[in-house]
């Protein structure tokens, strides 16, 4: 296989909902696994999971729950509207593709489930009062935190997948019916899921991706002060 450099592969690496019936090497997807867990994670707890959904039964079953999550976020995104940065006929073949991998994400030869165990609290007469303060003060963004050790993993899976020549998107719809996909992967009450990645040959061509540039996202030093690197 044709070796590409890191960043073809991070400007090439589009969305890919549309996959060929061809089986995925078990050597290819654990070369992609290996590339995950070279990922950091927050203390270096490694706390992450990943489980490989093969079978055509289990992916029929997250697949049911993947439709059934999707209706609710069709909803989301017709009443959102085009975002700005798109046109009509940009935001039409998006919304298209999502609808197609709603339908047929169970197709996909690997449905990949990238997970999370939830790390045990030290108790706050452990801390000093000023720590239990902060870390209070910190609770409501404890998804934001926790995401910052399992999406790491979850971008290198991204970028071995391309290097590889295979597709895959990172989507969340699923976690609208996390309880149901618990029960059908098994999964323990402290683990949670954070992506389901349909993984497989694409039918469709990589990149390049379109991206608003760098001078309209980013800024120096303060808000508002446009980064003009």
């Known amino acids: 296989m044709h070796e590409i450099g890191l960043f073809e592969a991070m400007y090439s690496a589009r969305a890919i909902r549309r996959f060929k019936p061809d089986p995925v090497p078990e050597e290819v997807i654990t070369k992609v696994l290996d590339a995950a867990i070279r990922a950091p994670s927050a203390g270096n707890s490694q706390n992450w999971a990943f489980l490989v959904v093969r079978d055509q039964e289990q992916?029929?079953?997250?697949?049911?729950?993947?439709?059934?999550?999707?209706?609710?976020?069709?909803?989301?995104?017709?009443?959102?509207?085009?975002?700005?940065?798109?046109?009509?006929?940009?935001?039409?073949?998006?919304?298209?593709?999502?609808?197609?991998?709603?339908?047929?994400?169970?197709?996909?030869?690997?449905?990949?489930?990238?997970?999370?165990?939830?790390?045990?609290?030290?108790?706050?007469?452990?801390?000093?009062?000023?720590?239990?303060?902060?870390?209070?003060?910190?609770?409501?963004?404890?998804?934001?935190?926790?995401?910052?050790?399992?999406?790491?993993?979850?971008?290198?899976?991204?970028?071995?997948?391309?290097?590889?020549?295979?597709?895959?998107?990172?989507?969340?719809?699923?976690?609208l019916y996390e309880h149901e996909v618990k029960e059908v992967l098994g999964l323990p009450t402290d683990v949670e899921t954070y992506t389901l990645m349909p993984i497989g040959y694409p039918h469709n061509k990589f990149g390049p991706v379109s991206r608003r540039p760098v001078s309209e996202v980013a800024y120096a030093d303060r808000w508002g002060n446009s980064w003009r690197g």
């Open 59 to 175: 992916r029929g079953k997250l697949a049911e729950i993947y439709r059934k999550a999707s209706d609710a976020v069709g909803s989301f995104y017709a009443a959102r509207g085009r975002p700005a940065h798109m046109t009509d006929e940009q935001f039409r073949r998006f919304v298209s593709s999502g609808m197609y991998l709603w339908d047929h994400i169970g197709e996909a030869p690997v449905l990949l489930v990238a997970c999370l165990k939830q790390e045990p609290l030290p108790p706050p007469d452990a801390l000093p009062a000023a720590a239990v303060t902060a870390f209070y003060a910190a609770m409501p963004h404890l998804a934001r935190i926790s995401g910052a050790s399992i999406y790491p993993a979850v971008q290198n899976i991204i970028l071995a997948c391309r290097a590889l020549g295979l597709g895959t998107v990172m989507t969340t719809n699923h976690i």
